[in-house]
């Protein structure tokens, strides 16, 4: 039996990227610094040019997981929830402020791609980068970009803001909860939300109902974007 | 574990009636309908949060497991990513400096100005 006949076999997909997961996740908690999504592609793309099978192959079974970003979109719905009734009285302003956020971070991502001669489908897979991955990813699909590009932009957007954000906010002045919480939860979705958890839960709290109204306004945004390019 | 697949099924039903409003032509992601639909569902009461509690937190807790696949197609995209790696990465680091401190000063100028404390500190 040739390795391609057992790749042909969609649920090895799932227990070659579950494996790969649970290393990454070891390596995780181990070395903090370590991205979970980076250690655990690593090790797949590796088997797979060791075995010279093309992507392909390894990704037969991909649906059978990567279905589940829809319920897992629908998921984000919880801590939107949760999080909205702690602050009630702050949800206007906070919705203007991640909808500013979102348009200027839209425009910005695809302007400077397009000014520095993109195509197409790259500069359309620039414009969800600061939104959580599984939003990002269908947003992407609408725009007719390419979800691998998205997905890269999205880890390296939240990695940023996890690691100067709030140095960067701290700079230019702004010091309060709210206003640190909505900066990173629209510019760095969930990565950014985690890393603030250690700080203060006020700041957790609006970020992660920041992210999920930033996902939200960024598909509506899109939506209307996608209009104009029919 | 009643408990978790009851609220997985709650989450799959959402987002299967998402798809289907997406399908009929409302130009939302279903996954993002899906979401708001179940957000004033629970704002409404229609559906309890702690049957969608625990399923929820273990989807968005994993979600990086749910994207791999996707992801290992990078490994096809070498040429691509690196013709066009200036404007990638121009444009993230321009647009992520440009939300961040959008959204930043809009907040210190909403939060801080009538001097209200309610919640910050």
């Known amino acids: 039996m040739t390795v391609a006949a057992i790749l042909a076999n969609p649920a090895l997909t799932i227990v070659l990227t579950v494996a790969a997961y649970s290393l990454a996740l070891a390596l995780h908690r181990r070395w903090r610094g370590i991205p979970p999504l980076v250690a655990a592609c690593i090790p797949v793309i590796a088997f797979l040019l060791l075995v010279r099978e093309p992507y392909a192959a390894y990704n037969r079974g991909g649906n059978l997981l990567s279905w589940w970003l829809g319920p897992a979109t629908v998921a984000l719905a919880a801590p939107m929830f949760r999080h909205g009734r702690a602050l009630r009285w702050s949800l206007p302003r906070l919705a203007i402020i991640v909808l500013a956020g979102s348009i200027v971070g839209m425009v910005t991502a695809g302007v400077t791609a397009w000014l520095l001669g993109a195509p197409l ?15 990002a990813i269908e947003v992407c699909r609408e725009l007719k970009g390419i979800p691998q590009i998205t997905i890269a932009l999205v880890i390296l957007a939240g990695i940023l803001g996890a690691s100067f954000g709030p140095w960067l906010l701290r700079l230019v002045g702004v010091r309060d909860d709210r206003s640190i919480g909505a900066a990173i939860g629209t510019a760095s979705h969930g990565v950014g939300t985690a890393s603030l958890v250690r700080h203060s839960e006020m700041q957790a709290t609006v970020s992660s109902w920041a992210m999920a109204a930033a996902g939200v306004f960024t598909s509506l945004l899109a939506a209307i974007l996608a209009l104009f390019l029919r | 574990m009643f408990d978790f697949l009851r609220g997985l099924a709650i989450l799959v039903a959402f987002y299967l009636l998402g798809m289907l409003l997406h399908r009929w032509g409302v130009p939302i992601p279903g996954g993002v309908l899906g979401l708001l639909l179940l957000y004033f569902a629970l704002l409404s009461g229609i559906v309890n949060f702690h049957w969608v509690e625990r399923a929820a937190g273990f989807l968005l807790r994993h979600m990086v497991l749910l994207f791999i696949p996707l992801t290992v197609g990078l490994m096809d995209m070498g040429g691509l990513l690196s013709r066009q790696a200036l404007a990638i990465f121009a444009s993230l680091l321009v647009s992520f400096l440009a939300v961040l401190l959008t959204t930043g000063l809009l907040g210190r100028w909403l939060f801080t100005q009538n001097g209200d404390a309610e919640i910050s500190q």
């Open chain 1, 121 to 135: 489908p790259v500069i359309m897979s620039t414009i969800p980068k600061s939104v959580t991955t599984p939003i």
